[in-house]
Every structure is written in structure tokens, then in C-alpha cells.
């Protein structure tokens, strides 16, 4: 496969080449590097889902060596069907820590940007707004009082068959609602 870009002298690379090769370049050099490499080649955002989700890489873990699964955070742009940024996390749990910083990174104006309930967090919601982006939290027990106001609004709803209307919830009611 190597071989249609050039001539190897002394033939194409081993994989353990190109372990130690890809193992010595900095993760956060890389990092931002692919995130502004994305940036110049994506298409405007605006109204575009991007999705933020985290997960397992599938058998990064090595038992032997006592090294742990990677984790990683990802935003995907729906329509375009690009990840335009990752983060490595140091473990699952640490998800969290990652997930506010994301979107700042990352040129999100125009668009819904979309978390799973571990993202329902006050901060992350403050960096997407700064970002002038929209998003969708899903939401559990996570957020307490705010998780009962809304299912209390849509029991009450259901028990008057509710035919639909827009809802509109304002930022102070959210703030006393959010712990």
C-alpha cells in the first residue's frame, strides 16, 4: 500500500516501525494540529448537528502490561460526517473533565450540538452558549431538581392530554431548577 507513494530502498517499514514512529508524537501537538487541519477543510456548521459523545477504543487495553483502555471524547458533525475533534481521556470517569473544554476548541457557531446525560452539566452549557451554538442535554437523575421539574411538566401535560405547544423555559427558571 506504501509503495504507490514512493520508492523504499529498503522496503516498506515493519509494523513495529511504525509503532515507534507514531507512539513519539505528541498527543496534544497532534491533537490541535488535526483539529486546525479539520477546521480548514470543513464546511460551515451552521444549523449541523455535532454530536459529543465519549467512548471505549475497542481492545486498547493491554492486560499484561497493566495499560488501561483508552478513552476518548469526540465531536462528530452529523451532515458532514467528520469527527472535527477528539480528546483522550486518562479514564472513563474523567470524561466529564474533558467534555466542557471540547467545544471551545472547536468552531461550533450555528449549530445544535447534541451530549448524552453525563454532559448535562451548567459549564458545558455556558461554553456552547459562549460559542454561539445551540444544544440538546439529555437528562437524568444526574441533575436533580431540574430532572424532576421536567418530568413533573410532562406528567401533569400527559394528564391533561397534552396536544402540543412550544415550550419556552427561561435561563433564571433553569438556573433555580439546576443544582
Not at 459523545?53 to 492486560?63: A, H, L, P, Q, W
Not at 454532559?119 to 431538581?145: F, M, P, S, T
Request: aromatic share 8%; glycine share 6%.
Amino acid at each position: 500500500m506504501l509503495k504507490k507513494y514512493g520508492y523504499f530502498h529498503f522496503g516498506i517499514p515493519v509494523l513495529d516501525t511504525k509503532a515507534r514512529v507514531i507512539s513519539a508524537i505528541e498527543l496534544e501537538q497532534f491533537q490541535d494540529c488535526f483539529i486546525q487541519w479539520i477546521k480548514s477543510a470543513e464546511v460551515s456548521s451552521l444549523g449541523e448537528i455535532i454530536a459529543i459523545n465519549g467512548k471505549t477504543v475497542r481492545r486498547s487495553f493491554d492486560k499484561r502490561s497493566k495499560q488501561a483502555a483508552i478513552h476518548m471524547v469526540s465531536a462528530f458533525a452529523a451532515e458532514n460526517r467528520v469527527v472535527l475533534g477528539q480528546i483522550k481521556t486518562s479514564d472513563k470517569s474523567n470524561e466529564i473533565t474533558e467534555v466542557p473544554d471540547l467545544p471551545s476548541k472547536l468552531d461550533i457557531k450555528g449549530a445544535v450540538v447534541t451530549i448524552d446525560a453525563m454532559g448535562c452539566q451548567k459549564a458545558i452549557a455556558a461554553n456552547i452558549i459562549k460559542k454561539e451554538a445551540d444544544y440538546v442535554l439529555a437528562l437524568k437523575g444526574n441533575q436533580g431538581r431540574l430532572h424532576t421539574a421536567i418530568k413533573d411538566f410532562f406528567d401533569i401535560g400527559r394528564e391533561e392530554k397534552f396536544k402540543g405547544s412550544a415550550i419556552s423555559i427561561t435561563k433564571k427558571r433553569i438556573k433555580g431548577m439546576v443544582e
